[in-house]
């Protein structure tokens, strides 16, 4: 009888751990088991920390090309791409000059000329790269105003990403 008691309480304790409900997985969860985190949970998060610490100057949500204090992530989206041949340049060009701006280094010529040199932000090479990852990886919000500006720039627009800068870079 002793036995059949254990048995049926092994039995339950089975069926009740097995019906429990999943716990959502968080970051922290995916470190700690030395597991990749999945690229949805990374663009959430490129995203929240992208609209927290870059759309004070970066917003694609001014009314007109005057109101802006910074290029909008469309533009700068389609620079890194003209320059950069893949996710992993992109990201650490992105990176690195947010870590150390400064005008010789900058692809976005323009954009200094109008905005001057954006200010070294104080923010830990995971978030920049969580940033980058996400623009690279989305369509990133362009302000209204974006396509006539390009026109106006640029002709047609299909100039944008083959104009006069340096080319893709071949490393």
């Known amino acids: 009888m002793h036995v059949k008691v254990i ?15 999943k716990k959502e997985k968080t970051e922290t969860d995916y470190i700690a088991q030395n597991k990749s985190i999945p690229d949805t949970m990374q663009e959430n998060e490129g995203y ?6 870059c759309y004070v100057c970066h917003s694609p ?7 802006i204090i910074a290029p909008p992530f469309v533009a700068v989206k389609r620079r890194y791409n003209r320059q950069y041949n893949n996710k992993e340049e992109f990201v650490n ?6 870590q150390n701006p400064n005008e010789e280094k900058a692809l976005m010529r ?12 104080p923010l830990e ?14 369509n990133v919000e362009e302000p209204e105003w974006f396509g006539e500006h390009v026109k106006e720039m640029h002709g ?10 340096k080319g893709r870079k071949n490393n």
């Open 48 to 53: 929240t920390l992208l609209k927290n610490n």
């Open 93 to 98: 060009a992105v990176v690195n000059w947010v």
């Open 110 to 121: 323009g954009a200094v000329r109008k905005f001057k040199v954006m200010p070294k932000l």
């Open 7 to 21: 048995l049926l309480a092994s039995v339950m304790t089975v069926l009740i751990s097995c019906n429990e409900t």
């Open 61 to 67: 949500n001014t009314k007109s090309h005057d109101e």
């Open 125 to 138: 090479t995971e978030n920049l790269q969580k940033i980058a990852s996400y623009i690279y990886d989305t």
């Open 156 to 165: 047609d627009g299909m100039r944008m990403g083959k104009g006069k800068g």
